[in-house]
């Protein structure tokens, strides 16, 4: 039987090139090497799990290398790899400081190092968890680190830089290894995940890449344990429960909860937390951090801010389109002022409690305005995404809130007319900052948008209104065109090289594609290609909806039968053949 290896090991990069997430470590180091200015040692500092000591390996491995590629990565050929990757090479050392930190041990090190290497150029000295020397043996380790032997080179690698004392600080070429993406993260997962054979849900390795908190190394022992748990069937549901994470989903019902002002379903919506195993303090980190989420989703700028997956960064700018900005903020002030004082309370359940209905109250004030709002984008864009266009519909936070009323009012009013529906965008785009002045764009009062009743509107709102940048059937075009140019995913462009384009009303233009899997495509990267061409126009309302056209069907060509048979007969000469029997059997 095959010996089971851990992902951690078995999926450990070996060369440069597939370190995950560190690229500004590798190039650099990879153009060290080409140059031929390797430093004498380096410190590699960054938290658990990112990759410092497999950098130095293969950093040992390729100095070593007699047959360095053209991209600077070690061959797997020669003998020093191969004594490499058999672990029985004499030109590495590495020492764990947490476990070997006492003078004898650097001074056992210190010795080895006067030994020039046997093969091979250089002797690579790899201490892990340097910090963790004690000062004495800091002391009988600097002077080696001054004056070393040409052929040494000296890796030390720490998770608390702090703890380095200067003088081996200024004797290092310094290296901050950068907590992995969670993208990153759940990216690599997904290649072992192919590798293995193992079948999985996205959104589980999301789950997984997140609670590893940036290390690789983390979230592949988390991985082979859910696999031994699971039974190699990773769905969100199941990570969910062994992770001990709280499904996202509850914070979107609170959140439903506290906009509609539902006391009593938060409290009930506590408890199921409660039922689960999740204690208090687990369950308010959550919601803060939900609302803070939803609070970066507003601008289409900060969503780069969301580590979260396609699926549910969509889920959250739909919740987040339906709140009012000095909602969340409220909300996110009650709750992480309640999550910093959780610590203290006697009854922790209360005080949660407390903090919920708090919370499902706050929205009951707004809640009138609330649901005119909400209402819109449900009458004018049936199609949940395109609510996207609403986080801009918030009034700058120094706004007041008045203002703000008089939009609704005049939508509400107005609900007898049948363009109401334009209404909504731009009442809202009233409320947005001017847009930017540098843009030369031809300006105009819109056409569609005067039918609200005026008494509402106000003169210097009106004003307002003239400074919107008119779209056109030709800016939209150049937009799109644009943004093909500068997209580097083939697929895409070819999907929005083949969509015809067409402007529906002021902030809106419809797409036309000729198949579903364009239209999938584009779909995936509308939020990208939206921001790009809201932040080019200085339109942030900017929408635009897809629709799928099917190609002419044949059976419209023809206007007889006679004529469509002959076109099938074409197709498919053996139907001719049947014709010709039948038609022999019908006049005999
Ligand atoms: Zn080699």
Redesign the pocket.
Known sequence: MESYVVSARKYRPATFDSVVGQSHITNTLKNAIKSGQLAQAFLFCGPRGVGKTTCARILA?AI?????SDTIE?????????SFNDSTSMNIFELDAASNNSVDDIRRLVEQVRIPPQSGKYKVYIVDEVHMLSSQAFNAFLKTLEEPPSYAKFILATTEKHKIIPTILSRCQIFDFKRIKIEDISHHLEYVAKTENVPYEPEALHVIAQKADGGLRDALSMFDQLINFTGGNLTYANCIDNLNVLDYEYYFKLVDYFRAGDIGGALLLYQQVLDKGFDGQHFITGMSEHIRNLLVCLDPITQTLLDVSDTIRYKYVEQAVNCKLQLLVKLLDISSDFEYRYRDANNKRLFIEVALTKLASLSRADLQVQQTVVQQPAIARPQPQTVLQQPVVQNPPQRPMQPAVAPTQVVSQSETNTTTIQSQPVASAENKPKPNVAVKMPLKTSTISINLPSPNVSDMEKEKKNDRVELTQDLIEDLWKSYIDKADNEALTLAMDRAKLSLSNENLFMVELDNLYSESIIKKSKLEILSYMRERIGVRLLDFEMTVIKQENDENKFSTPSEKLEHLIKKNPQIGVYRNIFSDIYNN
């Open positions: 491995k070593n290398c007699q047959n360095l070690a061959c797997n050929e020669c003998e020093s790899c191969k």
